[in-house]
T-cell receptor
């Protein structure tokens, strides 16, 4: 099965700074790479995803970059705001099964 | 409904009792997933349904756990003879199917076993 690792496990940033979370995976058949955000006490929600034929995707302040050769992809958040404080999960996928990473807790300090 | 609905939202039970957790997926979604999330932890895969079939039950922690889905819609997760380590939030998600289908999660059922 897929072995998924996220780094770091916790991240504290000053408001306005950038945050980067890295996700490594083991299954070379993975071809879909989503990131989910879970605010405290809420359900996880998809925030951005990328397919394997694309190296980078951007949506306003968030972006995802993919390195298929090295089997990792990263979430980038620029100009962080308090509402970005949450747990972020990567979930690389090659078939029906989504194996989620352990999560990264991001805290944005005012 | 507009989203994935789970019930009950909270359940407190005594050790040894059976519990049933229900999930109503988004209408038309063929894929349905159950995950377990312990406090401050990640999402542990339990089981996946495509239609009424469960091709992968490998995530179920023990034979006390079972799940079914009927009519390609509602799913029930049953935990028999509950133990304290079963305490967690049980999340259900559905998707339209396919590898790139977004998962839409319910609010979860918080289970506390005393």
């Amino acid at each position: 099965g897929e072995n998924v690792e996220q780094h770091p496990s916790t991240l504290s940033v000053q408001e306005g700074d950038s945050a980067v979370i890295k996700c490594t995976y083991s299954d070379s058949a993975s071809n879909y790479f989503p990131w989910y955000k879970q605010e405290l006490g809420k359900r996880p929600q998809l925030i951005i995803d990328i397919r394997s034929n694309v190296g980078e995707k951007k949506d306003q302040r968030i972006a995802v970059t993919l390195n298929k050769t090295a089997k990792h992809f990263s979430l980038h958040i620029t100009e962080t705001q308090p509402e970005d404080s949450a747990v972020y999960f990567c979930a690389p996928r090659g078939d029906y099964k989504l194996s989620f990473g352990a999560g990264t807790t991001v805290t944005v300090r005012a | 409904g507009a989203g994935v609905s789970q019930s009950p939202s909270n359940k407190v039970t005594e050790k040894g009792k059976d519990v049933e957790l229900r999930c109503d997926p988004i209408s038309g979604h063929t894929a349905l997933y159950w995950y377990r999330q312990s406090l401050g932890q990640g999402l542990e895969f339990l089981i996946y349904f495509q239609g009424n079939s469960a091709p992968d039950k490998s995530g179920l922690p023990s034979d006390r756990f079972s799940a079914e889905r009927t009519g390609g819609s509602v799913s029930t997760l049953t935990i028999q003879r509950t133990q304290q380590e079963d305490s967690a939030v049980y999340l259900c998600a559905s998707s339209s199917g396919g590898v790139t289908g977004e998962l839409f999660f319910g609010e979860g059922s918080r289970l506390t076993v005393l």
